[in-house]
C-alpha cells in the first residue's frame, strides 16, 4: 500500500517537472553555468564597456585636450553604467522587449546600492528579474503592465534587500586581494597574472572579474600583466602560422581565438601561461605597475589598447589627487615593458623550446582567419 503511495507522488513529481521543465523551454529560461556564468558574465562587460569604460576615455580625452563638450558627453555614458550592463545581461539571456528595457531600472538600482561591488550585484540581482520577467512575459491579457512591473519589482526588491551585501561582499574580496598583493607581491603577481591570463583566454569575460571585485592598484597590475602575456604571448608565438593578420587579430583582439586550438592540444596554452608567472611579478615587484583607472580595464590586456588607456587614466587621477607629482620615464619604460615588449619576449622563447622538442608543431596555432 505504502509502495503504491510513494509510487503514485513520484508519478506526479515527474509530471510536475516534466511540465516545468516544458514551460522552462518555452520562455527560453535556461539554468546553466554556460547562460550564466559564460553568456551574461560577458555581456556584463560589454556593457561596462560601452559606458563606463569608454566614458571615462571620452572624459580623459576631453580633460587633457580642454574641450568640456568631451568632458560632459562622458560623464553622461559614465552616468548609465548600471543600466547599460542589465540590458547588456537581458539581451544575452533573450528577453522580450518588455523584460529588456524594464532591466534599466533594476541595473539602475542594483548599481547604486551595490557600491564599489555594484557589477557584481547587478550581475545576480538582473538574472534574476530577468528570469522572472520572461516567466510572465504574454501570460496575460494586460502583459504592457504585468511584465515591466515585474520585472521592476522584483529587481528593486532584490536590489533593496541584496546589493549592499553582495557588494560588500565582492569589494572585501576585491579588497583582501590587493592588500595581499601589497604584502607578498611576488606571489601574487604570479597569482593574480596566470588566473586573470587565463580568464581571459577561456570563453568568460576577465573583464568583467576585474570589475566585479574592483580589482585596481597592483593588484590591477598584475592582472593587466597576465592579459597583455596571453594575447601579445599567443599573437607573437603563432606569428609564423598566421602572420600579421593573426598578429592584430590576436594582440589587439583576444586570445581566445586559440581556444579551439587549445581544445585540441592544450598544452600550447603553457607558453603563454609560464610566462605569464615571469611578467606578473616583474610588473608588481620591479615596475610597480598599478591599474588606478576603471577596474574592468585591469582584464582588458591589450584589447584595443583599453588596458594601456586605464593605466594613463590612473596616473592622471592620481596626479588630480596629489598622489603623484608627474608621469616619469620609468613608468612608461614599465607600461611598455608589461604589456608588450616582455610578453612578447618570453612567450616567443618559450614557444620556440617548444616547438625544438616537439611539443608544438607547425600549424597548431594555426587560425582560420
Not at 542589465?86 to 522587449?97: D, Q, R
Not at 538574472?127 to 522584483?154: N, Q, R
Amino acid at each position: 500500500m505504502c509502495y503504491t503511495a510513494y509510487e503514485h507522488i513520484g508519478k506526479r513529481m515527474e509530471i510536475i517537472m516534466e511540465k516545468l521543465q516544458q514551460f522552462f523551454r518555452q520562455k527560453d529560461i535556461e539554468i546553466s553555468g554556460k547562460r550564466y556564468g559564460i553568456d551574461a558574465l560577458g555581456a556584463m562587460a560589454q556593457g561596462l564597456f560601452a559606458s563606463l569604460l569608454i566614458g571615462t576615455i571620452i572624459s580623459t580625452i576631453g580633460e587633457r585636450a580642454g574641450i568640456e563638450f568631451l568632458v560632459t558627453i562622458g560623464g553622461y555614458a559614465k552616468a548609465v553604467t548600471g543600466e547599460a550592463m542589465a540590458v547588456a545581461i537581458g539581451y544575452s539571456l533573450h528577453c522580450p522587449p518588455l523584460v529588456l528595457f524594464s532591466l534599466a531600472a533594476v541595473g539602475h538600482a542594483a548599481n547604486t546600492l551595490g557600491g564599489a561591488g555594484g557589477p557584481l550585484a547587478v550581475l545576480l540581482i538582473t538574472i534574476l528579474a530577468a528570469e522572472l520577467g520572461k516567466a510572465v512575459s504574454k501570460e496575460t491579457k494586460i502583459d504592457i503592465i504585468v511584465t515591466p512591473l515585474v520585472t521592476i519589482m522584483a529587481g528593486a526588491l532584490l536590489s533593496a534587500l541584496c546589493a549592499p551585501a553582495i557588494g560588500s561582499a565582492a569589494s572585501a574580496v576585491g579588497r583582501a586581494i590587493m592588500w595581499a598583493t601589497e604584502l607578498q607581491p611576488f606571489l601574487m603577481g604570479v597569482i593574480i597574472s596566470v588566473i586573470v591570463g587565463i580568464a581571459l583566454t577561456l570563453p568568460i569575460s576577465s573583464a568583467a572579474i576585474c570589475a566585479a571585485l574592483s580589482l585596481t592598484g597592483l593588484a590591477g597590475g598584475a592582472a593587466l600583466a597576465g592579459c597583455c602575456t596571453q594575447m601579445v604571448g599567443f599573437a607573437v608565438m603563432s606569428f609564423k602560422e598566421n602572420g600579421i593578420g593573426g598578429l592584430f587579430a590576436q594582440g589587439i583582439g583576444t586570445s581566445m581565438l586559440q581556444m579551439g586550438n587549445i581544445v585540441k592540444k592544450p598544452r600550447i596554452w603553457l607558453p603563454p601561461i609560464i610566462a605569464s608567472a615571469v611578467v606578473g611579478p616583474i610588473a608588481t615587484c620591479v615596475f610597480r605597475l598599478e591599474m588606478n583607472g576603471a577596474a574592468v580595464a585591469s582584464g582588458m590586456g591589450t584589447c584595443g589598447l583599453v588596458g594601456q588607456i586605464g593605466v594613463y587614466t590612473g596616473w592622471l587621477n592620481d596626479i588630480a589627487a596629489g598622489t603623484r607629482t608627474a608621469v616619469g620615464a620609468w613608468d612608461w619604460a614599465g607600461l611598455i615593458c608589461i604589456s608588450f615588449v616582455l610578453p612578447a619576449v618570453v612567450t616567443y622563447a618559450i614557444g620556440a623550446g617548444f616547438r625544438r622538442i616537439g611539443w608544438i608543431q607547425d600549424n597548431d596555432l594555426k587560425l582560420d582567419l
